[in-house]
């Protein structure tokens, strides 16, 4: 199997794992944005060790340091937080599903603005995709207005950070030190908001910090990995891998949440949906070019 598909994949998985336990601290009283504050300066932290292990330079020029910025606040920053915050509304799973409307969007925006070619297996994998969420989410679509609509929200800001990641010109810098610009300016964006929003950063307990130094470590493993897939894959392709993450989400969320099993609507859903990824992955070393 391709490594750019594997790498895809298991990104995925990791990040419907690590929402799961984001919703266990969010019960615990800890707030998204200082959730994701800590999981940016962890991953800031991590990214920088990571390029002096390897004698590479986290200086970068300022036209790319500006790029990075803003698929840093947009494509993680934004994304997360408004990702995180519909936990508090919909289950995480159901969340995951509504957030997965964004390789459509990210096929959908490289056919319009980058000339690459929407075929009919990808037009059918986005139908699939489509089907099986709706299946998924069921008879909860009357759930929360709110909690979809910010889920919806972060399928658009994740789309346009795959995007940046494919075709945006950041001039051969390595993977440590893009994620850590972009992990340092989502950072300030939650400090941001915490210092004029009164919100607290700490976490409650001792407990709770450490599970949070576990989601840290997945979430920067998900988007090292991910990384790794849009450069082998592109940005469309490796956007229909990765919806193996609304399965494991939901999979998860039926152990640590029993409200949220999936019904056998649902399983017929999650075929849909690695049909889908099949059907997106066919080829899947090809790159396309304007």
């Not at 592109?234 to 029993?258: K, N, W």
Request: one cysteine or more; hydrophobic letters at 55%; aromatic letters at 10%.
């Amino acid at each position: 199997m391709n490594k750019g598909l594997v790498s895809a994949i298991g990104a995925s998985m990791l990040f419907g794992t690590a929402p799961n336990l984001s919703k266990l601290l969010q019960r615990g009283g800890m707030s998204p944005v200082a959730l994701i504050f800590w999981y940016a300066l962890i991953g800031a932290a991590f990214n920088a060790a990571s390029a002096k292990a390897a004698g590479a330079k986290l200086r970068v020029p300022l036209k790319a340091g500006g790029l990075l910025a803003a698929v840093g606040v947009a494509g993680i920053g934004a994304t997360s937080l408004l990702l995180n915050s519909s936990y508090l509304y919909i289950p995480v799973g159901v969340a995951t599903v509504a957030h997965f409307l964004y390789p459509t969007i990210v096929a959908a925006a490289m056919a319009l603005f980058f000339g690459q070619r929407f075929t009919l297996g990808r037009l059918f994998a986005a139908v699939l995709s489509v089907a099986g969420m709706a299946l998924i989410a069921g008879g909860k679509l009357s759930a929360s207005f709110k909690g979809y609509a910010l889920a919806l929200a972060s399928s658009a800001t994740y789309s346009f950070y795959l995007v940046a990641m494919d075709r945006f010109p950041f001039g051969g810098i390595g993977t440590s030190a893009m994620l850590f610009w972009m992990n340092l300016s989502s950072c300030a964006l939650c400090g941001a908001l915490a210092l004029f929003g009164g919100i607290r950063l700490a976490p409650p307990s001792f407990q709770a910090a450490m599970l949070m130094l576990l989601c840290a470590a997945l979430v920067i493993a998900a988007y090292k990995l991910l990384l790794a897939g849009v450069s082998s894959l592109g940005a469309s392709t490796a956007a229909f891998a990765t919806m193996a993450e609304p399965i494991t989400s939901l999979a998860v969320s039926s152990l640590l949440y029993p409200a949220d099993r999936i019904s056998p609507r649902g399983f017929v859903g999650i075929g849909l949906i690695l049909c889908s990824i099949l059907l997106a992955s066919l080829k899947s070393g090809e790159r396309f070019r304007t």
